[in-house]
């Protein structure tokens, strides 16, 4: 079984800070995605960020961006330039690969992240 | 592209009654999952269809919750019957394979008194 463990439960940033958030995880798998899920008050699940574990680079979309450390079984979320509508819970989830498809996400406990005017 | 459609977006019950969920996911997903969260938590999963079969429902506490996907479209979940702890968002995800990232509903919130 998998899991995933955010040690930060809460974080607070002034508008245009560059905030990181932690994620480590513990599998005996090999082949598997790491994400990031953004969750405002609204519930929706909103996707933030995607890594293959495969590869080694480092995934990128617009002001975030993830530091993937698969030895170190380790998936941190950098948000630079921080906005007002970045506030929300951020979940790091773990999905292993299968066969010919993949399982459900497994989820940490998740960040409260505020951004500060 | 219409997301992923839940119903109720609120529910309200007391213990021991029963009580449904409706998923309707992206046209033309052939995942679906449910997942629970309950406050303060990230989600569980509790079942994964892969069309209309069961590939995944170990974490489901079957002697109280069902799922079916009837058709490999919509979903519905119930709890028969509810307990406290179950007071928790219920969220519908669909992709168009399971290996591909998860798109969510807006979750149902169900309340136990």
């Known amino acids: 079984a998998q899991t995933v463990t955010q040690s930060q439960p809460e974080m607070s940033v002034q508008e245009a800070e560059t905030v990181t958030l932690s994620c480590t995880y513990d599998?005996?798998?090999?082949?598997?995605?790491l994400f990031w899920y953004k969750q405002p008050p609204s519930r929706q699940m909103i996707l933030v960020i995607r890594?293959?574990?495969?590869?080694?680079q480092n995934a990128t979309e617009n002001r975030f961006s993830v530091n993937f450390q698969k030895a170190a079984k380790s998936f941190s979320l950098k948000i630079s330039d921080s906005q007002l509508g970045d506030t929300a819970m951020y979940f790091c989830?773990?999905?292993?690969?299968?066969?010919?498809?993949?399982?459900?996400?497994?989820f940490g406990k998740g960040t409260h992240l505020i951004i500060q005017p | 592209e219409a997301g992923v459609a839940q119903s109720p977006r609120y529910k309200i019950i007391e213990k021991r009654q029963s009580v449904a969920f409706w998923c309707n996911p992206i046209?033309?997903?052939?995942?679906l999952y449910w997942y629970q969260q309950i406050l303060g938590q990230g989600p569980k999963l509790l079942i994964q269809?892969?069309?209309?079969?069961?590939?995944?429902d170990s974490q489901l506490p079957k002697d109280r919750f069902s799922a079916e996907r009837l058709k490999g479209v919509d979903s519905t979940l119930k709890i028969q019957p509810a307990k406290l702890e179950d007071s928790a968002v219920y969220l519908c995800?669909?992709?168009?394979?399971?290996?591909?990232?998860?798109?969510f509903g807006d979750g149902t919130r169900l309340s136990i008194l």
């Open positions: 269809f892969q069309n209309n079969g069961v590939v995944d």
């Open positions: 046209s033309g997903h052939a995942t």
């Open positions: 989830a773990f999905m292993k690969r299968t066969g010919g498809g993949a399982d459900g996400l497994t």
């Open positions: 599998t005996s798998e090999n082949n598997y995605y």
């Open positions: 890594q293959e574990a495969y590869k080694q």
């Open positions: 995800a669909s992709s168009p394979t399971s290996n591909q990232p998860q798109h």
